[in-house]
């Protein structure tokens, strides 16, 4: 069982940056593949970015060239630095873990609760 706890959100203004934290407990060592993904009401779940044990990651193009994926394998812990931040990126953030590559599709096995994320203009 693995347990995941973002942390991190909150408010910002547009063009600011924020950095989600992402803190991984329990069976750890059955994780291969990490991923961020959000979510605003009535809308599906968005997958934002990912990342493979070995390294590889992956970007939605709403963010790609603004927010950057980084895990610390040390110390358990998953990144989302957003920089450049849109109204539109305001939403719930959630991470995600597993050990199959599911990337951006919303399958993972382990979710966190999630941290909201506002940007106003």
């Known amino acids: 069982e693995v347990q995941l706890a973002e942390s991190g959100g909150g408010s910002v203004q547009a063009g600011g940056s924020q950095r989600l934290s992402c803190l991984a407990s329990g069976s750890t060592d059955t994780i291969y593949y990490m991923a961020w993904f959000r979510q605003v009401p009535g809308k599906e779940r968005e997958g934002v970015a990912a990342?493979?044990?070995?390294?590889?990651?992956a970007y939605a193009d709403s963010v790609k060239g603004r927010f950057t994926i980084s895990q610390d394998k040390a110390k358990n812990t998953l990144y989302l630095q957003m920089n450049s931040l849109k109204p539109e990126d305001t939403a719930m953030y959630y991470c995600?873990?597993?050990?199959?590559?599911?990337?951006?599709?919303?399958?993972?096995?382990?979710w966190g609760r999630g941290t909201q994320v506002t940007v106003s203009s």
């Open positions: 990342i493979a044990i070995y390294g590889r990651t």
């Open positions: 995600a873990a597993d050990r199959i590559d599911w990337w951006f599709v919303p399958k993972y096995q382990y």
